[in-house]
Nanobody, 119 residues
């Protein structure tokens, strides 16, 4: 599976960004997908996951209510809409194919896309 992430950039606190990740190499609707992030000097952490059907999502507690994960099966793309961004959201963001929806264990990684939240 190949994952191509995009959409990172510099944004002011309180602003919004939408990350995209296009997947190829396997039937998209068979893929539970997730996003992770890694801030400078910190370990990579789980951010959000979406089930194969798109009916179920789950989030890291600090991003609940601010981030929304969705998928467009026709475009083989998953989106992470990030609103009300905070400086502590600054990190490299990685999309992934999860082994299963319920467990934060990636099977495949994409390359990172950098999100910087700063005034």
């Amino acid at each position: 599976v190949q994952l191509q992430a995009s959409g990172g950039g510099l944004v002011q606190p309180g602003g919004s960004l939408r990350l995209s990740c296009e997947a190829s190499g396997r039937t998209f609707t068979s893929l539970p997908l997730g996003w992770f992030r890694q801030a400078p000097g910190k370990e990579r952490e789980f951010v959000a996951a979406i089930s194969m059907s798109g009916r179920f999502t789950r989030y890291l507690e600090p991003v609940k209510g601010r981030f929304t994960l969705s998928r467009d099966d026709a475009k083989s793309t998953v989106y992470l809409q990030m609103n009300s961004l905070r400086p502590e959201d600054t990190a490299d963001y990685y999309c992934s194919v999860l082994r299963t929806y319920a467990i934060d264990e990636p099977e495949f990684w994409g390359q990172g896309t950098l999100v910087t939240v700063s005034s």
